[in-house]
């Protein structure tokens, strides 16, 4: 699965990539995350609950932050098992542009899944993909005083 978008955040660049590397800010806006710990400045660990179609998974992983260019970008990958569900893994490259007194978010994903989820169909999978990015980068506007457009 590919995944790509632009997301404006009503917040100066440097206060969005600090919130994108404060564990706590990420843990209240990943839908279904459960926990989120930073095992170093560039490792995490999460435990992250979702349901998608028929198939609910706890999912338990690590990411790996890599490519920093504090405050505007980085490369985010990671691999989580889902125990009988399957397993997901995957990266993102996460772009911040100013604009103004905004922030222009982008970002490019590629993510891999096994095991029952892949049996689920690709367009379910996608608009499931999609509906969490949106509602992840919706709660990061608002924590950020403003919301996303």
């Given at each position: ?16 990539w600090?919130?994108?590397n ?11 995350c ?10 995490l ?32 990958s990671?691999?989580?098992k ?5 397993f ?53 506007g ?7 457009a």
């Amino acid at each position: 699965m590919d995944m790509s978008g632009e997301e404006r955040i009503a917040a100066p660049r440097e206060a969005v990539w600090a919130a994108l590397n404060d564990p706590e800010v990420l843990k209240a806006c990943i839908p279904g995350c459960q926990s989120l710990t930073m095992k170093s400045p560039t490792e995490l660990e999460a435990t992250v609950k979702i349901k998608i179609g028929p198939v609910s998974a706890t999912f338990t992983g690590e990411v790996t932050l890599s490519n920093l260019n504090p405050p505007e970008s980085y490369t985010i990958s990671g691999e989580g098992k889902g125990g009988i569900a399957g397993f997901a893994k995957g990266g993102a490259d996460v772009r911040l542009t100013e604009d103004g007194g905004e922030t222009i978010l982008a970002y490019d994903v590629r993510a891999q899944i096994g095991g029952k989820l892949a049996q689920l169909g690709s367009r379910l999978i996608d608009s499931t993909s999609k509906k969490l990015a949106t509602q992840f980068f919706a709660d990061l506007g608002a924590r950020l005083g403003g919301g996303a457009a």
